[in-house]
């Protein structure tokens, strides 16, 4: 899904048939947990800081030699409905090549 922007919703914010509750339907972006992953393959806002040279010197003086965006995203964090982020670590299910490698910023 890296290539693309997908949109996810928060999970108690769909019924067991994965539609919008009720008090979502003319409220979608309280239902919204994030969109990615693909955020900086569009050109706009995202793709020119993901990719910006600060950026890049950030991660560099981080001890980054090649740095590159395998993916992207929002996450959103709603005051009603959402899920807790535990604690993990992206590069145990995100594969990278040409070596194994994750930074999140």
């Known amino acids: 899904s890296a ?6 919703t928060e999970k108690d914010a769909t019924d067991e048939d994965g539609e919008l509750k009720r008090e979502f339907v003319d409220n979608k972006m309280a239902a919204l947990n994030k969109a990615g992953h693909g955020m900086h393959m569009i050109p706009g806002a995202f793709r ?29 964090k709603q005051p009603h409905v959402g899920g807790e982020v535990t604690s993990h670590q992206d590069s145990t299910f995100l594969y990278t090549e040409p070596r194994q490698t994750c930074l999140g910023l």
């Not at 981080?62 to 965006?69: C, N, T």
Request: hydrophobic share 50%.
């Open 3 to 8: 290539s693309k922007v997908h949109f996810f």
């Open 48 to 76: 020119k800081y993901a990719t910006s040279q600060k950026v890049r010197a950030l991660v560099i003086d981080l001890g980054w030699v090649d740095p590159v965006v395998p993916q992207s995203m929002y996450i959103f």
